[in-house]
């Protein structure tokens, strides 16, 4: 099942600097895109979601942009910060109640 | 801030026992689930639970597994034989609605190891 897709497993950035984090999708039924961070040793924290009729959303240093017609989703993290480093996960949800997840993007921010 | 309490955090077992996990959801949220992260792979979903039944399952979720909400508080996941392949990190999630609106809360998780 490669309904969500996050086609990099790690990515490195600089404090103070952006981090771009994709995903992308097969599903064009979804109706919600969310974003949860994962530290080691504990659950996937909600971080920031979009609904499919929208196509930014703004949290905060958090950003989720939609693309729908390429199926594509990214989160923007600006600026960011070494607390930032984590697991991040996509995940979407359509008319039933459960989650389906991406494999999950490692980001590391370094001083 | 209200959060979804799992426990154990680490349950080892042997092959063939039965096992619970234990959760207790955010106190005014009415939908529960299960998913489980087998290492190195992706979150999946095992089961819902909505107003004592369960809403979906997935393929994943056979005979040997069993959800309850034995009071108004705990959520539990039964395995009752346990397999090798069964061994990974089981998260609870609780939502106060089923639709994508409200995101789910998750728990910290029980890492199964099954011997």
């Known amino acids: 099942d490669q309904q969500v897709k996050q086609n990099s497993p790690s990515l490195s950035v600089q404090e103070g600097r952006i981090s771009i984090l994709n995903c992308d999708y097969t599903?064009?039924?979804?109706?919600?895109f969310l974003w949860y961070k994962k530290y080691p040793a504990e659950g996937p924290t909600f971080l920031i979601s979009?609904?499919?009729?929208?196509d930014k959303n703004e949290d905060g240093r958090f950003t989720v942009f939609l693309n729908k017609s390429a199926k594509h989703l990214s989160l923007h993290i600006v600026p960011s910060q070494p607390g930032d480093s984590a697991v991040y996960f996509c995940?979407?949800?359509?008319?039933?109640?459960?989650?389906?997840f991406g494999t999950g993007t490692r980001l590391q921010v370094f001083p | 801030e209200p959060e979804v309490t799992q426990t154990p955090s680490h349950q080892v077992t042997q092959m063939g026992q039965e096992v619970i996990l234990r959760c207790v959801p955010i106190s005014n949220h009415l939908y529960f689930y299960w998913y489980r992260q087998i290492l190195g792979q992706k979150v999946e979903f095992l089961v819902s639970f909505y107003n004592n039944e369960i809403s979906e399952k997935s393929e994943i979720f056979d005979d040997q597994f069993s959800v309850e909400r034995p009071d108004g508080s705990n959520f539990t996941l039964k395995i009752r034989s346990t397999k090798l392949e069964d061994s990974a990190m089981y998260f609870c999630?609780?939502?106060?609605?089923?639709?994508?609106?409200?995101?789910?809360?998750f728990g910290d998780g029980t890492r199964l190891s099954i011997l």
């Open positions: 999630a609780s939502t106060f609605s089923g639709d994508g609106n409200q995101p789910q809360h």
């Open positions: 979009i609904s499919s009729i929208k």
């Open positions: 599903n064009s039924m979804f109706d919600y």
């Open positions: 995940a979407a949800f359509y008319n039933t109640d459960k989650l389906i």
